[in-house]
């Protein structure tokens, strides 16, 4: 069997035996090293020469994160929770698509205008379990909601991590195989598969999770006032808020006029700390955490690039393209879904679209060519398969977060309630529109 594959292989295995998936990178590019007769040092040697291909993105996850830690602990989005949760319990919490329009936008926004990522969940969500218990707001919906807003934008729109993903990272990926993807607009290229997410959230609304549901009124679960709504006058909460704006609006400005996320939060950064929404010191360690914490993808994603080009300089990929060619009979339509089966293959075990992206493309640029894709098509297939299983992944971030936020009291189980829902309401339509995009683009 070919090195390339067995390497992948052992990755995923060690992945689902839940080792750390940093080691799980370095033990399996050893192996595809040794496996294709490299010596041990020049295996090294490789891995550590692949590192720098995502240095640029994994600085700006790192930055991107330290900016997110401080919009969650300035109290913002707690006030915001509060006030909300005030006003639809003073309405008789009759209007139940209140609460989907709002999570969704919340979590859609999380992805470009205020780049929190999943750090808004555990602030938005648990104060309002009482609530949804009261309404029987089935949760298996809210995590659907949740997955939706946080997938579907930084895989469809070019801003906020949209921007990282798209054009630092599938770009770049795709062009370090040596196939020109200058001018390739990847909004128009996944259009389709963005399309997929939506009719996958449409359902879950309307269709799966209509019906009540039944959950019990623990006191966990009942309403809680902020502390730090009601410790803050209402002129701080006001300017705290109107702070934040800015440095929202400041954030996009910057990120579209330089073309990147890590000078956006900067600039966030500054703005927060000029207007003194923290002491100097304070917002410095609340940034630096916030580094720690994403740096931590970012430090996977540069892991993952370490084992491309172990792969790469194996010698192995050309001999695994002309197996692949010769298995899929020049069968583009078979070809595209094995490619997209194996996205969600690597992503569930890895549990981030991110990291895959360098995994990926060192095996599906070269088939692709050799099938005659375009390279619209082969950056879609890319995408797609990245994003495949970052919602129906139990170790992905999304996944992880939505059941922190909504098993605050016990009512909500990570693989039945979180999981399987999302990988039916999107993996699913993924894997069709994905499929479908290779014959219309």
Known sequence: M??????????????????NIIISLVVASFVGGLLANMEFQATWDAFQSGLGASSKLALSYALIGGFAYLVSASGVVDALAARITQKIEHEQQTVK????????????????????????????IPPLLGLFNKLQLDRRLIACLLSFGLVTPYMFLPVGFGQMFLNELIIPQIEQQGVVAEGVNMTTVMALPALGMLLGLLFAIFVSYRAPRAYALHPASEIKPVPEANTRSKAMNTYLAL??????????????????????AIAGFLVVMLGQGFKWGEGNDLFTEGMK????????????????????????????????????????????LVMLLVGLLITIGI???????????????????????????????????AVLGDTGSPASEV???????????????????????????????????????????
């Open 2 to 19: 070919n090195a390339v594959v067995l390497s992948v292989i052992v990755m995923l295995a060690l992945t689902l035996l839940r080792l």
């Open 293 to 336: 914490v994403m740096a931590t993808i970012g430090i996977i994603m540069m892991a993952a690039a370490g084992f491309a080009e172990v792969m790469k300089q194996s010698g192995q990929i050309p001999s695994l393209v002309e197996s692949a060619v010769n298995l899929f009979e020049g069968s583009r339509s078979m070809a595209a």
């Open 243 to 264: 702070l934040f704006a800015v440095a929202a609006v400041v954030f996009l400005v910057v990120q579209l006029t330089m073309n990147s996320m890590a000078m956006g």
């Open 97 to 124: 698509i209140t609460l989907i329009t709002l999570i969704t936008l919340m979590a859609v926004s999380s992805q470009n205008v205020l780049p929190v990522h999943v750090a808004f969940i555990p602030l938005l």
């Open 351 to 385: 549990g981030s679209s991110f990291a895959t992206v360098p995994l990926l493309a060192v095996i599906f640029v070269p088939i692709g060519m050799q099938l005659g894709f375009s390279v619209e098509v082969i950056a879609c297939l890319l995408a797609t398969a």
């Open 399 to 441: 996944t992880l977060a939505t059941t922190a936020g909504l098993n605050l009291d016990g009512q909500h189980d990570h693989i039945r309630d979180t999981v399987i829902p999302t990988m039916l309401h999107y993996n699913l339509p993924l894997l069709v529109f994905g499929w479908i995009a290779i014959f219309v683009i």
